[in-house]
């Protein structure tokens, strides 16, 4: 289904004067800024997700707190909306065939069951002309008897089900594999050789019901134990040519899937002078997640139009322009960790230094690992950001980068 024009501030559904109500999949922090950047743009919002507590059930205006597949929580989310998205590509599938027979459902449930099975997607990418590392499909004894020498060292990684480092084994033997397919319970999985890795980097790109597209620039990422730790965004944190290949191909991603929505691709960079670059050229791709993503939120701060006002958009069928980044910027993920004993980190010192931006996702308890929120540092120049970056992750305890 594609999607009419939904104006900001229209009336919505069967004439019932009520503002024109969006929805969305998901409840955790992406939903809430998703959510958040709506109604700023004059939107009702309806969020779906069975957690009394969760962020973007808390600030919009309303909350469906059903499991995803309860027949009765998606009739009164269509009874609500007058289009829906998601904020997490592990929504059942069949939930997103129902809201899509219905309303305008963007991404759709093709799309986001690409994006939760790798061995679809590592297909998807082929055919979309875009390098990936070799790899080999693990389903049965036989596929994982049959493995290439070639592929070892490499990462053994579940089909399904895996983000931040979850679901992934490193093994530099044949035995290291078996014992990890046996590990990970021998669902199906994807064997990657590991490559020679200089950077790691992701583009935001938004594609309409209408074919436009636009994009972020490239921005740098740096991970830590299989999350995002840090990222960078401005002009000249990677050579032209890379950056021009790297928006290329996560444009020819979302045009062969022919997607709706904000999609992030992710990238890794080989190194200079190794056979691998050679063979592969300099980026190859990790993954892609059919929503906004994480390494993206910098926009909020950094740019005229966020990946959020960007999600907006592209479901309720506005224009889309391209986006102007107008500073420097550096973010930093704030996990759990930093919540020491339960003490709550020094906020006061942080934002004393010079253009930092704190986002809080509402989220009552802190554990280790957790996404509590991230800090974005603009300034006029990469080296101010960068500095005041470091400042305030030395008074978190967050180490350099």
């Known amino acids: 289904m594609t999607g009419p024009m939904l104006l900001p501030g229209a009336t919505g559904l069967n004439g ?35 957690d009394v507590i969760s962020p973007a059930g808390l600030v919009s205006h309303y909350h469906i707190k059903t499991d995803y597949l309860d027949q009765q929580g998606l009739t009164q989310l269509l009874q609500r909306c007058a289009a829906v998205t998601t904020e997490f590509e592990n929504v059942p599938a069949p939930a997103l065939v129902t809201l899509g027979a219905a309303r305008p459902t963007a991404p759709s449930a093709d799309a986001v ?12 990418l082929a ?10 499909v693990i389903e049965t004894a036989a596929q994982l008897t049959a493995v290439e020498d070639a592929l070892l060292p490499g990462i053994l990684k579940t ?10 084994v490193r093994c530099n033997s044949r035995a290291e594999l078996t014992s990890a397919w046996d590990a990970l319970k021998q669902v199906p999985c994807v064997l990657e050789q590991m490559l020679p890795l200089a950077a790691e980097c992701s583009v935001i790109v938004a594609r309409g019901w209408d074919g436009s597209v636009v994009h972020f620039a490239p921005q740098l990422n740096v991970h830590r134990d299989g ?24 444009r020819a991603i979302a045009e062969e899937l022919n997607y709706v929505g904000v999609l992030c691709v992710e990238f890794f960079v080989l190194q200079e002078g190794s056979p691998e670059r050679a063979a592969l050229g300099g980026l190859v791709v990790n993954e892609m997640a059919p929503r906004p993503h994480n390494s993206g939120h910098y926009t909020l701060d950094a740019c005229d139009v966020s990946q959020f006002d960007l999600q907006v ?36 010192r942080v934002l004393a230094l010079p253009g930092v931006h704190l986002h809080l996702y509402g989220k009552l308890t802190a554990s280790k690992g957790r996404k509590m929120g991230h800090l974005t540092v603009t300034a006029a120049t ?20």
């Open 313 to 348: 958009r592209t479901l309720a069928g506005l224009p889309l322009t391209q986006p102007r980044q107008h500073s420097a910027a550096v973010m930093l993920n704030l996990l759990g960790d930093l919540w020491v004993d339960g003490a709550t980190p020094r906020w006061d």
């Open 227 to 250: 999350i995002l730790a840090v990222t960078e965004a401005y002009a000249g944190n990677m050579p032209p040519a890379l950056a021009d290949q790297a928006v290329a191909a996560a």
């Open 113 to 124: 069951a690409i994006a939760q099975d790798r061995i679809k997607e590592k297909a998807h």
């Open 16 to 50: 019932s004067g009520q503002p024109t109500t969006l929805g969305v999949m998901g409840g955790g922090q992406l939903g809430r800024m998703f959510v958040q950047a709506a109604q700023a743009m004059g939107y009702f919002t309806v969020v779906l997700d069975p």
């Open 159 to 168: 089909a399904r089900l895996g983000y931040d480092g979850k679901g992934q």
């Open 382 to 401: 990469p080296e101010q950001a960068r500095s005041a970056a470091l400042e305030a992750a030395s008074v978190l305890g967050i180490a350099p980068f």
């Open 127 to 136: 055919r979309s002309g875009v390098p990936v590392a070799p790899y080999a």
